[in-house]
């Protein structure tokens, strides 16, 4: 069944959906139907069953029953990604980190980024809500401001830390011991990795470096590994 974040109250009994992108998805793309079903999320832990009763120019309207109430998450396990060379390969990472559960994404700019700035906030705003929808998430992860390395050392956040390098590194990440209801922070350098000063630093702060394989593996790669070995344990 489709699920869909709506910026709208679902408190009441009847809902019209009248924001522009929604409704063209539903009208022009999936081509709703009276007595459809869907899913609506208000991303503040609402969740209802939506059936269609009427569809014209301008607005899909749905009757809403069954609702459901979600607590957010207490854990939370956060993403600092450096920002990309290349755009698909940070919306291939938000993607997938979105599909795993990540809570967090922090973009992070560190000594060897090329791009230090977010290019496309809505693009990526749409690629990380479409990616909820499509896993059936109940709440979006928090999609922060670009941070900088410096500023992330002095001011690192509670729980356990930890980034991957193959060159120096502590242990393997599958032996790192993480406690069920810790919070982590996953550290993932650029093309071409954190630098041996920024590894220095994040040591300096208790975190652990650890290695995900004997193969050099591309960014986006070794996000996606370290977040399922993370997540699912």
Do not use: W
Request: charged share 25%; aromatic share 6%.
């Amino acid at each position: 069944m489709q699920h869909f974040f709506v910026d709208q109250d679902l408190s009441d009994s009847h809902l019209a959906i009248t924001d522009g992108d929604l409704l063209h998805q539903m009208k022009n793309v999936l081509r709703v139907r009276v007595g459809e079903e869907f899913v609506f999320l208000d991303n503040k832990g609402i969740k209802v069953k939506a059936i269609v009763e009427s569809v014209d120019k301008k607005a899909v309207v749905v009757k809403l029953n069954g609702k459901q109430i979600s607590a957010y998450h207490s854990r939370h396990i956060r993403l600092f990604i450096a920002i990309s060379k290349k755009p698909a390969t940070f919306e291939l990472i938000l993607q997938k980190a979105t599909e795993l559960g990540i809570t967090d994404i922090i973009p992070l700019v560190t000594s060897r980024c090329q791009v230090k700035e977010i290019r496309n906030q809505k693009r990526l705003n749409f690629i990380v809500k479409e990616a909820a929808e499509q896993c059936e998430r109940n709440f979006l992860p928090m999609f922060h401001e670009v941070i900088a390395f410096n500023k992330f050392i002095a001011s690192p956040p509670h729980g356990l830390m930890l980034t991957g390098d193959g060159r120096i590194y502590d242990k393997k990440l599958s032996e790192v011991k993480i406690e069920k209801d810790e919070n982590v922070n996953l550290v993932i350098g650029p093309e071409g990795g954190l630098t041996d000063e920024e590894l220095k630093d994040i040591k300096n702060l208790g975190g652990t470096i650890f290695i995900l394989g004997e193969n050099i593996l591309r960014m986006e790669t070794a996000a996606i590994s370290a977040m399922s070995l993370i997540l699912f344990r």
